[in-house]
C-alpha cells in the first residue's frame, strides 16, 4: 500500500498525510499559504497562548485570524490552565480552524514558566483531564502535540499513547526527541515505531522531527505512522511536501533550482509586505532568510545586503536572480 495517503483527523480528511509543523515566527498566513501550494494536506498555525486568549490580548487574537484560502487548518493553542485552554479552542473553532491542537511539547522556559508546554508531561493525569475538558468543548477534532518523555532514558511513549486514547484526542502528534534535546539530534525511531504499534487501529499518528529531505519524510511513514510531521524542512523549502510526494509515487524527485528558489521567497517577501505592513513584513521575511539565500555564487553578499536593507523595494530587487 502506498505510504502517501488521505489523512484522517476525526471527521476531516487532509488530501495528504504530509503535514506543516507548527513553528512560532514563522507558520503564519504568508507562510501556510506558501506550504499549502507546495503540497501540504495540513497546515499547522504557530502556537497561541490560551491565557492571553481569556484575557483578549490583540496580538493573540490577529494570531487567530485564518484566510478563506487556508484550509485545512489547524490551531495550536499553549496553556497549563484548562478553563484558559477551553475558551481558546472555541475561539479558534469560531475563527474557522479545522483542528485545535493542543501543544505539550515545547521546551521553552518563557512557555515552561507559565505551566504549559512540554512540563505538562509531569502530570499525566492532569494533562489528560485538561485534553478531555477540550475535545469535549468543541465540535472540530482535537489533537495533541507533544514528545516522547521529557528526558533521554525516560521515554513515556506508552503512557502518552494511552492518555492520548483515553482523552479522546482525534490524532496523536509525536516528536521523536525528547524535550531536554530541544530540537538538536537525531529523532528516536524506535520509539516512534512503538507509538505506531500501539495507536494502530486505535487513533492516527503523525510523527514528526528531522525531516529535511524525501528519503528521510520515507523513513518515517515506514515505521507505520499515518502521517508526518515537517518544520524546519519546509522553511526556504516549502516544494518539499511536493518533493515527496513525487518521490513516494515515483521514487524520483527534483530539486528546485536557486532562481526558483529565490522567486518563492521573493514572493513570500512580497506577501509579509503586504500582511504585515512594510517594517514587520520586512523584519519577518529576514529571521528566516538563511533558509532561503543560500547554496548558489554570491549568495552570502545578497544575504548580508538583505538583512541590512529597511526598504521593501531595494530588498525585493536584491532577489532578482539572473
Ligand atoms: C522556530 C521554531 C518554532 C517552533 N514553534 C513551535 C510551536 O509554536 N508549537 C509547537 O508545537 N512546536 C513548535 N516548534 C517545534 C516544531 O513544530 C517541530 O516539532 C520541531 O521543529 C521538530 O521538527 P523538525 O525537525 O522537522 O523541525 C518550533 C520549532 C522551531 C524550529
Redesign the pocket.
Known amino acids: 500500500m502506498s505510504l502517501l495517503k488521505p489523512l484522517k483527523i476525526g471527521k476531516l480528511t487532509c488530501k495528504n498525510n504530509l503535514v506543516l509543523?507548527?513553528?512560532?515566527?514563522?507558520?503564519d498566513t504568508p507562510f501556510r499559504l506558501l506550504c499549502l501550494e507546495g503540497g501540504a494536506g495540513l497546515v499547522?498555525a504557530?502556537?497561541v497562548s490560551s491565557s492571553a486568549l481569556k484575557y483578549g490580548n490583540e496580538r493573540s487574537q490577529n494570531m487567530l485570524k485564518i484566510s478563506a484560502k487556508e484550509h485545512p487548518l489547524s490551531m495550536?493553542i499553549?496553556g497549563g490552565d484548562v478553563s484558559a485552554l477551553v475558551i481558546a479552542a472555541k475561539l479558534a473553532e469560531e475563527a474557522g480552524a479545522d483542528v485545535v491542537?493542543i501543544?505539550a511539547?515545547?521546551p521553552v522556559k518563557k512557555v515552561n514558566k507559565a505551566g504549559a508546554g512540554c512540563v505538562l508531561l509531569k502530570d499525566l493525569n492532569k494533562l489528560e483531564n485538561m485534553v478531555s475538558a477540550v475535545v469535549k468543548s468543541v465540535k472540530i477534532p482535537v489533537t495533541l502535540?507533544t514528545r516522547i518523555g521529557l528526558t533521554e532514558n525516560n521515554f513515556l511513549t506508552k503512557d502518552i499513547v494511552n492518555l492520548a486514547i483515553n482523552s479522546g484526542v482525534s490524532a496523536l502528534v509525536l516528536?521523536g526527541?525528547v524535550a531536554s534535546k530541544m530540537?538538536n539530534g537525531p529523532?528516536n525511531l524506535a520509539e516512534l515505531s512503538k507509538a505506531a504499534e500501539l495507536t494502530k487501529g486505535k487513533i492516527t499518528l503523525i510523527v514528526?522531527?528531522?525531516?529535511?529531505k524525501p528519503e528521510e519524510a520515507k523513513t518515517l511513514l515506514e515505521i507505520g505512522a499515518d502521517g508526518i510531521?515537517?518544520?524546519?524542512?519546509a522553511i526556504g523549502n516549502p516544494f518539499i511536501f511536493k518533493q515527496i510526494e513525487d518521490f513516494l509515487n515515483t521514487g524520483t524527485y527534483t530539486e528546485p533550482t536557486p532562481q526558483e528558489r529565490i522567486k518563492k521567497y521573493k514572493f513570500l517577501v512580497q506577501q509579509n509586505i503586504d500582511f504585515y505592513g512594510e517594517r514587520v513584513g520586512l523584519n519577518r521575511s529576514k529571521k528566516t532568510s538563511g533558509f532561503w539565500i543560500n547554496n548558489f555564487a554570491g549568495a552570502a553578499k545578497i544575504r548580508a545586503a538583505f538583512v541590512l536593507c529597511q526598504e521593501a523595494s531595494k530588498a525585493l530587487s536584491l532577489l532578482n536572480l539572473k
Open positions: 509543523a507548527p513553528m512560532a515566527g514563522i507558520t499547522c504557530e502556537m495550536q499553549f491542537d501543544n511539547g515545547c502535540k516528536h526527541r530540537h529523532v514528526n522531527g528531522g525531516i529535511t510531521m515537517i518544520g524546519r524542512g
